[in-house]
């Protein structure tokens, strides 16, 4: 598996072509299967170059079939003729508003000029209101063919280092486009396309679904959709933040946790009613397939589910059993599958958890806690003592003198089951504890790396987390399984699953809500994570040697699971000028200004307004992995410009997660919006600076200047309120506008302002940026903060003739991604991110 995972991670990173790979491939299996016979290491050794060699060529066939390429007509008026590949509940979007997304393959586009038969994936959003017409509220499902009006266009990322490859995303699941459409706008055509066995696994899923929402109602119906079929989306973004922060995101989705309680649920229950073992691992295997394919959610499940089957079948054969032989072969079997998985958090994460749990903390377990484990069975039995050392004996002795004090009081058989029974719980719990704690230990520096957190509360929301899990999962299966007979026979199971549940809610909300309990951490450098994956090989390699050797092992991990919560890296700034980054937040603002000696300004943080209905937080997804990209973890100052949605929306998450020591506004009339951020800077202990026009002042080697807004300026607008300031540099400034409106511009000409870079006020709307303006200002460069394809038009078309006219250099957010300035004092050096084509 190591030999085949270093092929693809080759052939990823350091292309070859084609031919030399399949030239290799036939040499290397020539070769084994020649020495095969007589030298069998040798054969062994060319076999894993062999292996290494179909790595490269995987993943390279893998890019070859891709279907990224395909061109399509994006942005106009296009007739899409298709058919649905996976359906979706139809939602409310606020009242009487809903929404159904589904995906479609199509079978042709008709655009204005031609007709495209080339098959596409499309990510397509059914709009509608309740009850208008049938097919508004009834879900489309899959196989149905349809016919619609819409305008393709492709998946756009955040082009920020750091950002998430949206895009990839959904070329991982074939989706190319898209797209969006009125209900009653859409015509469903006569016909089935598809598999009958992935519409009657749909349909079988939809039950499912459909049963949950019988027996259970709102939040308790919205877990356990998520922890019994993997549908998380109408589970509240703050629920699902607090399982993040508090390290129990692995219990409310679909995971390796569920199928092994299913499986030994099963497996326990078919012993009981003296199934063969042969016969109920076949059973159990085939219950826990079943289980894999009607959720569909990927590689945890087919991971937990393939080693099973490996476990099963070596058990059935009598073969010695060895987890780690499983994993390989589980993980080599999904990589052949799908190589590109490889590259996943999903897949790494899955298989190191595992292979610490197998290669940590089994060995750890084996040395403390499973010989008083073994010292338990039979405590009655004399002969027993003979089979085991000196010490565990001696305990053995102990317990029975403590039983032959209890049973004066309850008798002997009583006595031994309560003193048998209460050690094994403790037992239990312990190795319960044991193994949660080396799980967050190793996991530390994958949990920094891909989602920038540390779960100071893991260990007690997972000791009550995952024993409500189990009892959710047992009573809520039962009382599906009784549903199908009569939903009064299901209430009981029903109460219990939903009672667990709620706990479990309540739980995590209550540890989720200290402030230790989701310390944010930024992306850890490369030196560090090779320390770190080397102080995990050398913690598996001594767990199994002496006690000292295997003491030094856990603390080097433990060591540099600290390193990586405490010692922040050092932040990616350059010593020595003045740095202006333009961050691509869409259509919103967010300015990133750093000065000479490395302290940070954050000017707006981005949004959205509330009336498109996203979850997406610009703050936390978009602006702090970008901060943390760059090494940050902390903020000196923030500003907000004005309190519209689309500057204020990201600043809540921004002050939690990054601290700033002040917060700067102007001194204008407040809104809800700004008010709630005024609360969030309070808890934080943020002080709150208000300035106006005629403000003047020097920090850390840096001239602010502020121009608007004015105390005797009629404010008309919202905009008008922005808060509008130059920063200087030696003899390089920039001026940033904000949303600053003409009447704002007109007044800050009078006070001569000068600048280097211009921050185009209001995303380039013919609002602002009057000639008079550029006139004054006199800007070599300008960069306007914009998202692509937003409703409004910007940037204006008379704008940017206006910029070109005064011979303005101009870059754009939506067409180069995040821009960087660099003012040394002398010139101004521009900068885009290198980030190919995202």
């Not at 030298?39 to 060699?53: P, T």
């Not at 993997?230 to 995101?249: A, E, K």
């Not at 519209?644 to 009339?669: Q, R, S, Y």
């Not at 003409?742 to 000409?749: A, F, G, P, S, T």
């Amino acid at each position: 598996m190591c030999a085949y995972a270093a092929g693809v991670l080759t052939g990823n990173y350091a292309w070859r072509p084609f031919t030399w790979w399949l030239v290799a491939l036939f040499v290397f299996a020539i070769s084994a299967s020649y020495l095969r016979r007589r030298r069998i290491r040798a054969a062994f050794a060319v076999a894993l170059i062999g292996l290494f060699v179909l790595g490269n060529i995987s993943i390279q066939l893998r890019r070859l079939v891709s279907p990224s390429g395909v061109a399509f007509p994006e942005n106009e008026e296009v007739v899409v003729t298709g058919h649905i590949t996976r359906g979706g509940d139809v939602r409310a979007r606020g009242a009487p508003e809903v929404q159904q997304r589904v995906d479609v393959d199509t079978e042709g586009i008709a655009g204005p000029d031609a007709v495209l038969n080339a098959r596409i994936g499309i990510r397509l959003t059914i709009y509608g209101k309740r009850g208008s017409q049938e097919s508004t509220t009834t879900p489309f499902l899959y196989g149905a063919r349809l016919r619609f009006s819409t305008k393709l266009s492709r998946p756009r990322n955040f082009r920020n280092p750091g950002s998430f490859d949206y895009r990839g995303y959904l070329a991982d699941q074939g989706i190319l486009a898209l797209a969006s459409a009125k209900a009653d706008e859409i015509q469903v055509l006569p016909g089935f396309a598809g598999f009958r066995a992935e519409m009657w696994r749909t349909r079988a899923y939809g039950y499912v679904s459909r049963q949950i929402r019988r027996i259970w109602a709102g939040e308790q119906a919205a877990l356990m959709e998520a922890m019994l079929i993997g549908d998380n989306d109408f589970v509240g973004r703050n629920l699902l933040t607090g399982f993040q922060s508090t390290g129990t995101y692995h219990v409310l989705v679909i995971s390796g946790l569920k199928v092994g309680i299913l499986a030994l649920l099963s497996f326990w229950f078919l012993r009981r009613l003296r199934v063969q073992e042969i016969p109920a691992a076949a059973v159990t295997v085939c219950l826990t397939v079943s289980y894999a394919l009607l959720t569909n959610v990927g590689a945890p499940v087919w991971r937990a589910t393939l080693m099973l089957i490996f476990y099963l079948c070596t058990r059935a054969l009598y073969r010695k059993r060895s987890v780690l032989n499983a994993i390989a072969a589980a993980a080599l079997a999904l990589l052949l599958v799908d190589p590109a998985a490889l590259f996943g958090a999903s897949f790494q994460l899955s298989f190191l958890c595992v292979l610490i749990i197998t290669g940590i903390g089994a060995p750890v377990l084996e040395r403390t806690i499973q010989p008083l484990s073994s010292a338990i069975k039979n405590l009655e039995s004399i002969a027993y003592d003979l089979a085991l050392p000196p010490k565990l004996v001696q305990f053995r002795l102990d317990q029975r003198m403590i039983a032959g004090r209890l049973q004066r009081f309850m008798g002997h058989r009583v006595a031994f089951f309560v003193l048998r029974n209460t050690w094994r719980s403790v037992l239990l719990g312990s190795e319960f504890i044991m193994i949660s704690s080396i799980l967050q230990i190793g996991f530390t520096m994958p949990m920094a790396y891909y989602f920038h957190r540390a779960t100071m509360v893991s260990l007690p929301a997972n000791i009550l987390a995952v024993p409500l899990t189990e009892i959710a999962l047992i009573t809520s299966i039962s009382a599906l399984v009784l549903s199908t007979l009569s939903l009064e026979i299901a209430w009981i199971p029903a109460r219990i699953a939903g009672s667990a549940v709620q706990a479990m809610a309540g739980s995590v909300r209550w540890l989720g809500a200290l402030k230790i309990a989701d310390a944010r951490i930024p992306t850890p450098g490369m030196t560090l994570i090779v320390l770190t994956a080397i102080a995990l090989i050398l913690a598996m390699v001594l767990v199994r040697r002496r006690f000292v050797s295997s003491a030094f092992g856990i603390t080097t991990l433990t060591a540099s699971a600290l390193w990586v919560c405490f010692v922040p890296p050092r932040a990616n700034v350059h010593p020595g000028v003045l740095e202006i980054t333009a961050i691509d937040v869409g259509q919103g603002d967010s300015i990133l200004v750093i000065s000479p000696d490395g302290k940070s300004l954050l000017v707006d943080g981005g949004g959205i307004p509330h009336w498109m209905h996203s979850e997406l937080d610009i703050g936390e997804d978009v602006v702090s992995p970008y901060l943390w990209s760059r090494g940050m973890h902390k903020l000196d100052a923030i500003a907000v410009t004005h309190p519209h949605a689309d500057h204020i929306g990201g600043m809540k998450a921004v002050v939690a997660n990054f601290h700033p020591k002040e917060l700067w506004i102007g001194d204008g009339p407040q809104n809800t919006e700004l008010d709630s951020l005024l609360q969030q800077a309070q808890k934080f202990g943020v002080k709150v600076v208000r300035h106006r026009a005629g403000d003047h002042f020097d920090t850390n080697g840096l001239g602010f200047r502020v121009l608007a807004p004015r105390d005797d300026a009629a404010v008309v607008r919202t905009n008008d309120d922005s808060l509008v300031m130059t920063v200087r540099y030696g003899r390089t400034s920039a001026l940033l506008e904000g949303d600053a409106e003409k009447e704002v511009e007109r007044r800050m000409i009078e006070e001569n302002p000068t600048a280097d870079l211009l921050k185009v006020a209001h995303h380039g709307s013919a609002t602002s940026t009057i000639p008079e303006l550029l006139s004054a200002v006199k800007p070599r460069y300008a960069v306007i903060s914009v998202g692509a394809r937003n409703v409004y038009g910007h940037p204006r078309w008379e704008v940017l003739d206006r910029l070109t006219q005064s011979h303005v250099r101009t870059y754009r957010t939506d067409l180069n991604g995040a821009v960087t300035f660099y003012l040394d004092g002398q010139t101004v050096t521009p900068s885009l991110a290198d980030l190919e084509s995202r």
